[in-house]
């Protein structure tokens, strides 16, 4: 059974905090300590970014983690002060400061306020457990870390969790899962494991990463409201302070050390479908016609576990999936990508020339006494690659070749917990399997959250070695922190129930607030059975994802989007619609969180800190910082309160404009859920398409709901395949809306970057205005518009051009 923890666990042993601490070194950004055994070492990474470390016998400080991305950091002008009981170190933003007797370590920012302080009475330390030795306790003394609560503090992210978004006054462990069918909010762990925390206090936000691969357990003032407490069952405590001061400046910081988002190829973006499983080629033929016939957009198409051999990874079966080059190439002529499941189990079969390879070449976890380890999955008895030995990588690339020369365009990693049949929904034994690593073995404990990290890892590597000319498209279920810049994480097995509706809004802005910005639920659920309601209310939420794709699980329902008939097939149909027209917005959402790490999907508290209100405000979010969401979660109903924060917010649907903070009562009957759309912000739209590149994207609406004030936004455009954006072949411009009295004023600016779309013209459209203008000019001169006083709408058609264009309009 799936091991999960809703209660904290017994620890034997004696927890002993460290005491009396001497200066033993320094150099211009960092101090190391000594205190009794433990070495401490506390680096300035970054003006706003320190490291921590103990490493309790005195080994060499070292850092290097799967979750690491960079490790060479610029110079930083610290100043190191030390007394007889107290070392600073000041970055200017920031400052650490040790005391000595007893060392504790705690932060403060540059306005004096003292932030993720170290528990006067616990500290950081050992639970030493009398009488242990390496067979005893194989993975080592437990090390724990105790911070004091600040008056005010609340506690965000932890990655993938369950429940609602805010976690203070709870019990977090990270030990990834397949959990059983129906997880509630009450389970804890489920497919990854990110020990990353933000915490919000007086609209100030600063994070803390607890970088160790161990099971970890973080109590965010759950036992102790004043004190937060994180832990692991081993190894050395390491631990990176994010010092702010917006929850925009940790993230930033956060996905330089830990990696950002990698550009998604511009398909990936769209309307996407699977099942588990379309069993032979003519029914995925079958799906693919039924969308084009029913004018649904759609992108992408799974192969779930059925399209193999006896699901022997890297097989194809010749019976049901015959010339599978031929199926690509006929989805491929109709817009449709193709991607195909992957699992990490071998199975063992003197036949199979992959699992006799991976034996020969010594490439498979061993058990204890150097045995290959065997468990139960899908194929039968299995043998699971060591993606820790760069060598395994290396040949699960060589492998990838079977499927990715019949024309696969992605690869989903599933299973890759992992996840195990004997005992049912089990995992490798902890300390009884060992990973070789080419001469650096591990036990599984060690490792085991960075398991599924690692196969991605492998996946991505492999696809950009066989493909360099395109962006590899990597899909998984389990992984650790610095995931993001492998694959997107997509949820695992979720249910089509309403509760699982209303879960996936604080799961999905919990992750962007850890980094892993691409992610996305099985839109109506993958176990039980959904209905058409259920499924319309689903798409209506599920396609401002950053990842949209309706799954299911084989034994229900099917859920295509025009299987329940009307009105359902016609919401579905408008919503992904409107998904198609909005993946410019999406696209430049997707550039920006490739730069800055900035979420696509956000909870209001990232872009409004100041505003507490935001921090309670789990069911509707913001996507990028123009829209506001706001889904039905219950059966039957069509209206829903809506907070909306400061500034001018627009109805979507309606026009109506709101001056926030405000909470109204929304209308959203099916097919018009409650969006809210930022004044003066330009919301890029294509044209309807099916599918990415059935049509020139001309002309480009600007799509604008004025009031007075102003607002900017930006538009990022490159060829959405390859990597000539990294050599400036990309075209980015700022978007200014003005209004001031009678006069409404909108900026195209100048172009920066080489990359020219193939388009005639831009057209601009601005809701929600009750007046005929007098005269609209472009850069001076007069223009023709239309408008439609029934739906208050103008309409200024814009030649294309690489330069400056200023619109203004005086009523």
Known sequence: ???????????????????????????????????????????????????????????????????????????????????????????????ARVTLDPLRVSFIDAEGMEFVADDAELGMGVVEQPGADVFSAPLGNPVRLYKRREEGERYFGCGERTSGLEKTDSYQVFWNIDPPAGHTASFNNIYASIPFVLSMRGGKAYGLFFDNTHRVEFDLAHEDPDRAYYGAEGGNLVYYVFCGPSPRDVLDRYTELTGRTPMPALWSLGNQQCRYSYINAEEVREVARNFRQHDIP?????????????????????????????????????????????????????????????????????????????????????????FTNPKTREWWVENLRAILDKGVAGVWCDMNEPSLFVPRQSSMPAVDVVHPGDGDPKLHGQIHNTYGSLMARSVREGLLKLRPDRRPFVITRAGYAGLQRHALQWTGDNSSWWEHLWMSMPQLQNMGLSGVAWAGVDVGGFFDDCDGELLARFTEFGVFQPFCRNHSMKGTRRQEPWVFGEPYESVCRRMIKLRQRLLP????????????????????LFEYPEDETTYTMDDEFLLGDALLIAPITRPGIEHRHVYLPRGTWSHYWTGERIEGPAHVLAHAPLGEPAIYARANTAIPLWPEMNYVGERPADPLTLLIHPAEGTGESMLYEDAGEGFGYERGEYARRMLL???????????????????????????????????RPGTVSVNGEEVDWDYDEAEGRITVRLAESAGESTVEMRF
């Open 1 to 95: 059974m799936a091991e999960t923890f809703e209660k904290p666990p017994e620890v034997g042993g004696c927890y002993k905090p460290l005491g009396k601490a001497e200066l033993s070194d320094h150099d211009g950004r960092s101090v190391r300590l000594k205190a009794g055994s433990a070495t401490v070492e506390l680096t300035a990474l970054a003006p706003n970014l320190f490291r921590v470390g103990m490493f309790p016998e005195s080994q060499s400080p070292h850092y290097r983690t799967e979750a690491i991305a960079k490790e060479d950091w610029e110079p930083v002008e610290a100043k190191i002060r030390g007394s007889n009981d107290t070392v600073t170190l000041s970055t200017g933003p920031a400052t």
């Open 298 to 386: 759609c992108d992408t198409l799974y192969l779930d576990i059925d399209y193999m051999d006896g699901y022997r990874v890297f097989t194809w079966n010749e019976e049901s999936f015959p010339e599978p080059e031929n199926l690509m190439a006929e989805l491929q002529g109709q817009g449709f990508n193709v991607v195909t499941i992957v699992d990490p189990g071998v199975k063992v079969d003197e036949g199979y020339s992959v699992y006799v390879e991976g034996r020969k070449r010594d490439l498979y976890c061993k058990t204890s006494s150097g045995e290959e380890y065997h468990n139960v999955v899908w194929p039968g008895i299995c043998a699971f690659p060591d």
């Open 585 to 604: 917005y999406l696209y430049t959402l997707f550039e920006e969180c490739h730069r800055t790490g900035a979420p696509i999907l956000r909870p209001l």
């Open 737 to 771: 809306c003005e209004v001031r009295g009678g006069t409404i004023t909108i900026r195209l600016g100048t172009r920066e970057g080489s990359f020219v779309r193939q388009r005639e013209s831009v057209h601009l459209e601005l809701h929600g205005v009750n007046t």
